[in-house]
């Protein structure tokens, strides 16, 4: 088993990263029902998109020998109605400037072959931006 939720009303849940113990809650967006007091679970999901793109351009840097420390991503979520569902993700990833273009390609091409982004629905429509400025 990998994480236990638990449900604690008011539309918030705990999550639980059994083999750390780490810990997050989540609640409901404002537009539907809820405090929005943390992330929803389909912000989590469009969050998780841009963790699993930085971790998987983190490993392959690694083997480049090019320091990616300080990168960030900038995650915008899309709904869409009729079934309430994600309907875009927009990552835009920020990254140091001094790596070279053969590398940046690579590190591109590992970012956009990452797991999650293969899990997602295909109608998901995912805009991903690389901004070589840091």
Known sequence: MTSKV???GELRTSCEHLRSGDTFITDAPVDNNGR??????TDTVATGLA???LTMMGIKS???E?????????VTKHMAAGP?????IEVRLSLPADISGKDRKILEHTAETCPVLY???PD???EISFDWVL
């Open 84 to 88: 309430r569902r994600i309907s875009k």
């Open 6 to 8: 638990t449900y604690n």
């Open 36 to 41: 929005g007091q943390a992330f929803s679970p």
């Open 124 to 126: 998901i429509e995912k």
């Open 62 to 64: 690694r083997g480049l």
């Open 119 to 121: 899990s997602l629905h």
């Open 66 to 74: 090019v320091d990616l420390e300080g990168s960030t991503a900038e």
């Open 51 to 53: 963790s699993c793109m």
